[in-house]
Structures are given as structure tokens and as C-alpha cells.
């Protein structure tokens, strides 16, 4: 498909299907203005906060790329693709993305573990081409594997990184007891226990907690909540909340229900590129404006369920198909919840309908849409 595409005559065009190539040429073109815009919101903020000092702002990305060169004649794999961002003191930053969209390797630039390839990025104000020392200093980690010590203890895992972030005397005594109070571990005398007796979630929540010690102004959190029941997921939850009062918090996350309690901003990467950028609110209505119907029949029946969704909204779209089960968007205006209701019970009739449910749009939702839309983008480019 060539970009003339969207500014063809209407009439030029197909018809509409469900499932064809007109549903998808109204979801690129949707994608490929949202990106444009956002890309050039983003650039407009970062240039401003650049031409400050002291401007508020915690980190600031500053059009960021890293490609892995090919070796053996294998072409170059690039990971972040021209990356712009600003993040102020106060906020949590959430970033979404399917697994190889660059997320870990722009955790890995930020926190000095691989250079940029071009691009720069400032934390606190310091260059991480330049000055890595200093940003080291004012900065927490919690990766996404547990890096721990069997054989010591959660108090002196917390005293050991208090005492490398220049703590001592009762300042580390009190900051390590506030530490370990805030994820829970000073119950049972967990803190002074062995990590080797450690559980999973005791593991994760001695890592967020490292993360946090010493007045780290920037911490990146990897997955924080991997392996934790409810209630210590809960609890992890208002212990980051409380944290970010003061600081800035940039956190990888594949669950959308951790990402819309925890953050005050969410960002979708796909293919290295930033994809779009706001409160989990403003993404939900900009992508949102529809119904999810979701259906489940034998796989003979799927194309009646088209035929359904396109009579009760002639612009809808389908997002998911597997094994029987299909999803499609409908249009808030085109249709009344009653109609749904109605037109189910009278294909039921014909075709026996497994299952069935009609929602909102989700954060979820919005995530699919717009890793799906990049996908075919890039397969078409």
C-alpha cells in the first residue's frame, strides 16, 4: 500500500469490510497521524525543557537511538529509533511494548549499561555520554531478574546499597528501616533472614526496595511486581505510589492493571519507536470511542459473526481472531447497547455462541490497537 492511499477519493477506494483492506486502511491512517503528532508534541516539550536549566524535569530524552550492528552479513537490528521524551520530578512513567519493542535497551542506555548509538539523554540535568558518575549517584535500579546475595541478609542488602549512596550512622539506620517497613518485610523478622529463605515475592519486594534507598530522585523499576501474590502486589503498589511523591519513576510493566494504578503517564513502544505518550485517560478516549464485541463460535460460524458486527456498525473493525474467538470495535454512534442484545439473541438462534461479551474499551485495548496498527505499518513500509 502506498501512502497516495489516504489522500485517494473515497469513491476510489473499496468497500467496506470487517475484516478487509479498508478496515485497515482506516486504522493506519488513524495510526500514522496519532504518531505525528505525537512525535512532534514530544519533540516541541523536549526542545523547551533543553533551552532551561533547573526546569523541573527529571529525565529528558533527547532523540535517542540504538542499533545493533549485524555481523556475518545479517542487516542491523535497530532497537530505539530516534526516542524523545521528558519526565518530571513527581510522575510515573509507565512504558508498554511487546517483547523486542526496545524497552530493555533503553533501560539499558539510561542506567550506563550500553552507549547510544546517537541521541542523548539527561538525568538531573547530566549527560549520560558524559556524565555517568554523576547520574549513578542519583539514580535506583530494580531489574527484572532479582540480583541478591543468598547468604546475606535483607537488612545488610539494604545497608550495603544505603552505605554506596554515602549513608551512614543513623541516617542508613533510619533509611533502611523505612525501606524495609515500606515493602513489608519487617514482619515475621523477615528482614533479618537469609535472602536463601527468601520467597519469590520477598525477593522482588527486597529489590524494589534497594531501588528506592538512599533518595534516589530517578528509579527504574523492570516488571516490580513478577511473582507477588495480590495482597503483597497491593502493598508493593502504595509503598512505589508513596515513592514518587519526590521522584521521577520510569517502570516496564506486561500487566496494564499495575500500569494504570501505578502511573500518572503510559507509553507504547513498538519496533523502537514511541508510539504514542499521556494519562491512561487521554489514551483510552483518543483511541477509544467504541465497543469491544467479543464472540467465541466454531470456527464454520466466524463468518456469520462478521456479518453481525458489520450490520450493527457498518465501520466496524476486527481486532482479534484465534481459534473461534474474534473481537470487534464498534462505533459508539452507529450503535445502541440494546441492538447488541438483540441481534446476539437472534443469531443464537441459528448458531450456537459459546460465549459472548460486549465492553468498554480497556487499556488493553488501546495497547492491541496500536502495537497491531505499528506492525502493519512497518510490514507495508
Given at each position: 500500500?502506498?501512502?497516495r492511499?489516504?489522500?485517494?477519493?473515497?469513491?476510489?477506494?473499496p468497500?467496506?469490510?470487517?475484516?478487509?483492506?479498508?478496515?485497515?486502511?482506516?486504522?493506519?491512517?488513524?495510526?500514522?497521524?496519532?504518531?505525528?503528532?505525537?512525535?512532534?508534541?514530544?519533540?516541541?516539550?523536549?526542545?523547551?525543557?533543553?533551552?532551561?536549566?533547573?526546569?523541573?524535569?527529571?529525565?529528558?530524552c533527547d532523540?535517542?537511538?540504538?542499533v545493533?550492528?549485524?555481523?556475518?552479513?545479517?542487516?542491523d537490528?535497530?532497537?530505539?529509533?530516534?526516542?524523545?521524551?521528558?519526565?518530571?520530578?513527581?510522575?510515573?512513567?509507565?512504558?508498554?511494548?511487546?517483547?523486542?519493542?526496545?524497552?530493555s535497551?533503553f533501560?539499558?542506555?539510561?542506567?550506563?549499561?550500553?552507549?547510544?548509538t546517537?541521541?542523548?539523554?539527561?538525568?538531573?540535568?547530566?549527560?549520560?555520554?558524559t556524565?555517568?558518575?554523576?547520574?549513578?549517584?542519583?539514580?535506583?535500579v530494580?531489574?527484572?531478574?532479582?540480583?541478591?546475595?543468598?547468604?546475606?541478609?535483607?537488612?545488610?542488602?539494604?545497608?550495603?546499597y544505603?552505605r554506596?549512596?554515602?549513608?551512614?550512622?543513623?541516617?542508613?539506620?533510619?533509611?533502611?528501616?523505612?525501606?524495609?517497613r515500606?515493602?513489608?518485610?519487617?514482619?515475621?523478622?523477615?528482614?533479618?533472614?537469609?535472602v536463601?529463605?527468601?520467597?519469590?515475592?520477598?525477593?522482588?519486594?527486597?529489590s524494589?526496595?534497594?531501588?528506592?534507598?538512599?533518595?534516589?530522585?530517578?528509579?527504574?523499576?523492570?516488571?516490580?511486581?513478577?511473582?507477588?501474590?495480590?495482597?503483597?502486589?497491593k502493598?508493593?503498589?502504595?509503598?512505589?505510589?508513596?515513592a514518587?511523591?519526590d521522584r521521577a519513576?520510569?517502570l516496564?510493566?506486561?500487566?496494564?492493571?499495575?500500569?494504570?494504578?501505578l502511573?500518572?503517564?503510559?507509553?507504547?513502544?513498538?519496533?523502537?519507536?514511541?508510539?504514542c505518550?499521556?494519562r491512561?485517560?487521554e489514551?483510552?478516549?483518543r483511541?477509544?470511542g467504541?465497543?469491544?464485541?467479543?464472540?467465541?463460535?466454531?470456527?464454520?460460524?466466524?463468518?456469520?459473526?462478521?456479518?453481525?458486527?458489520l450490520?450493527?456498525?457498518?465501520?466496524?473493525?476486527?481486532v482479534?481472531?484465534l481459534?473461534?474467538?474474534?473481537?470487534?470495535?464498534?462505533?459508539?454512534?452507529?450503535?445502541?447497547?440494546?441492538d447488541?442484545f438483540?441481534?446476539?439473541?437472534?443469531?443464537?438462534?441459528?448458531?450456537?455462541?459459546?460465549?459472548?461479551?460486549?465492553?468498554?474499551?480497556?487499556?488493553?485495548?488501546?495497547?492491541?490497537?496500536?502495537?497491531?496498527?505499528a506492525q502493519?505499518?512497518?510490514?507495508?513500509s
Amino acid at each position: 500500500m502506498h501512502i497516495r492511499f489516504f489522500f485517494s477519493k473515497k469513491e476510489d477506494r473499496p468497500p467496506p469490510s470487517a475484516s478487509g483492506d479498508a478496515s485497515r486502511h482506516h486504522l493506519l491512517l488513524d495510526y500514522v497521524l496519532t504518531l505525528l503528532w505525537y512525535g512532534e508534541s514530544q519533540r516541541e516539550t523536549v526542545d523547551q525543557v533543553l533551552q532551561q536549566r533547573n526546569s523541573g524535569y527529571a529525565v529528558v530524552c533527547d532523540d535517542l537511538k540504538k542499533v545493533y550492528h549485524g555481523k556475518d552479513g545479517n542487516p542491523d537490528k535497530y532497537a530505539v529509533r530516534g526516542l524523545s521524551l521528558a519526565l518530571p520530578y513527581g510522575e510515573c512513567l509507565g512504558i508498554l511494548g511487546p517483547n523486542g519493542a526496545g524497552k530493555s535497551s533503553f533501560i539499558s542506555m539510561m542506567i550506563g549499561f550500553s552507549k547510544p548509538t546517537s541521541g542523548n539523554a539527561f538525568v538531573q540535568d547530566f549527560s549520560i555520554h558524559t556524565d555517568m558518575e554523576n547520574v549513578y549517584n542519583s539514580m535506583g535500579v530494580c531489574p527484572q531478574n532479582d540480583m541478591l546475595w543468598e547468604m546475606l541478609t535483607g537488612r545488610e542488602h539494604l545497608q550495603f546499597y544505603g552505605r554506596l549512596k554515602s549513608l551512614s550512622g543513623s541516617a542508613l539506620d533510619l533509611a533502611v528501616e523505612e525501606s524495609l517497613r515500606s515493602v513489608n518485610l519487617l514482619l515475621g523478622g523477615a528482614a533479618d533472614k537469609q535472602v536463601r529463605k527468601y520467597s519469590g515475592g520477598m525477593k522482588r519486594r527486597l529489590s524494589v526496595a534497594i531501588s528506592l534507598i538512599g533518595d534516589a530522585k530517578v528509579v527504574y523499576m523492570d516488571e516490580p511486581s513478577t511473582g507477588l501474590d495480590p495482597a503483597s502486589r497491593k502493598s508493593l503498589w502504595t509503598a512505589v505510589k508513596q515513592a514518587k511523591q519526590d521522584r521521577a519513576i520510569i517502570l516496564t510493566t506486561h500487566s496494564m492493571e499495575e500500569a494504570e494504578v501505578l502511573c500518572d503517564r503510559l507509553c507504547i513502544m513498538v519496533d523502537g519507536r514511541l508510539q504514542c505518550i499521556g494519562r491512561p485517560k487521554e489514551l483510552i478516549e483518543r483511541y477509544g470511542g467504541y465497543y469491544v464485541l467479543t464472540m467465541t463460535t466454531s470456527s464454520e460460524f466466524e463468518r456469520e459473526v462478521e456479518d453481525l458486527a458489520l450490520k450493527l456498525s457498518q465501520n466496524a473493525r476486527k481486532v482479534y481472531h484465534l481459534s473461534g474467538t474474534q473481537k470487534y470495535e464498534l462505533s459508539k454512534q452507529e450503535v445502541r447497547i440494546a441492538d447488541v442484545f438483540m441481534a446476539v439473541e437472534n443469531l443464537k438462534r441459528r448458531v450456537e455462541v459459546q460465549a459472548w461479551g460486549l465492553a468498554d474499551t480497556t487499556m488493553e485495548d488501546v495497547f492491541v490497537k496500536v502495537a497491531t496498527a505499528a506492525q502493519s505499518s512497518d510490514e507495508l513500509s
